[in-house]
């Protein structure tokens, strides 16, 4: 008759079967170091990598868009300050200064901000990791800084139904929406939804209307809606003359005026982005370098 094992018998068996168990169970979240930098930007695999240097434009420099750097700044400031405020979607033309604003507006809340405050943090997720903001927003919620998500050129197309993972990051279930969290957006489209893809739900549903309101409600989850639209001639002409400015370019004024009406007539747009392009030609043609800061 055999007899029973003993405990060290056991013992190696047990030891490899809580080492299986090891390895299978989830990793433990990455806690990121807020400390690092004022700006993350967060990746596929679920994590946070820290930006030290963001590339931005002087709020001071974006032109034409009076109304709507007030009002988002406005929103901003309060939001930092621990007050209430509104997730935003700034749409509309593209190279408006739509992603340029944001972080610029984050940059200079930064810079005004009371000593001894906690900074501002701000937290770029990209279009395609969209689905992980829930996780994202979950990370986020027990530290004690207050979080700018910014998602750049946000849109969706086709039979693409991540955007329910966005309407429930954004409502936030039964926790609601973590209370050191806004959520900003840019892009083209009002409504995030390519205008095929509303019909479409129209045309196939049982009930449109239904259907319809779902996907267009996405953007009712933004309290502030900003919108951009193309700047006129005088708007473009006065970006140009901030930058030349604003890095000591020289050049005579009727020269400056025409190359960059040239420019704009060339590329068939006037806006913020085409205006710094052309900048960027005229310092290359000047041999001058453009500063970190534009």
């Known amino acids: ?13 047990l030891q490899r079967i809580a080492g299986a168990l ?16 004022d700006a993350f930007v967060w990746l596929a ?34 939001f930092a300050r621990g007050l209430p405020a509104n ?6 033309a593209r190279g408006m200064g739509k992603s340029s604003l944001v972080k610029a507006v984050h940059a200079e809340i930064n810079a005004r901000r009371a000593p001894g405050t906690r900074p501002l943090k701000l937290v770029e ?23 700018v998500v910014f998602c750049d050129d946000l849109s969706f197309d086709g ?8 309407k429930a990051a ?7 929406r973590p209370e050191n969290v806004v959520f900003y957006a840019t892009s083209n489209r009002r409504h995030l939804l390519a205008r095929e893809m509303v019909e479409n739900e129209r045309s196939t549903a049982i009930n449109p209307g239904e259907a319809v309101e779902e996907k267009v409600s996405l953007s009712d989850r933004f309290g502030l ?33 025409a190359e960059a009406l040239e420019w704009a007539t060339t590329r068939g747009s006037r806006s913020g982005r085409t205006a710094f392009q052309y900048i960027q030609d005229l310092a290359g043609r000047l041999g001058r370098r453009l500063d970190d800061e534009a």
């Open 170 to 176: 954004l409502d936030g279930g039964i926790e609601g």
């Open 45 to 78: 695999e679920g994590r946070l990598q820290p930006v030290p240097k963001v590339n931005r434009v002087a709020m001071g420099l974006l032109r034409g868009i009076d109304r709507m750097r007030d009002t988002l700044f406005d929103n901003t400031d309060r």
């Open 87 to 92: 997730n935003a979607l700034l749409w509309g």
């Open 159 to 166: 039979q693409d139904t991540s955007y329910k993972s966005l």
């Open 1 to 13: 008759m055999t007899a029973d094992p003993t405990l060290a018998d056991l013992l190696p068996l």
């Open 225 to 257: 809606w900003l919108g951009f639209h193309k700047c006129s001639q005088d708007e473009y002409l006065a970006m140009v003359d901030a930058y030349v400015a604003r890095h000591g370019l020289t050049l005579d004024p009727a020269q400056l005026r």
């Open 125 to 147: 997720i990209h279009r395609e990791d969209i689905e992980g903001l829930p996780a994202l927003m979950g990370l986020l919620r027990p530290d004690p800084h207050r979080f």
């Open 22 to 37: 090891e390895r299978a169970a989830p990793e433990p979240p990455h806690r990121p170091d807020f400390a690092q930098a």
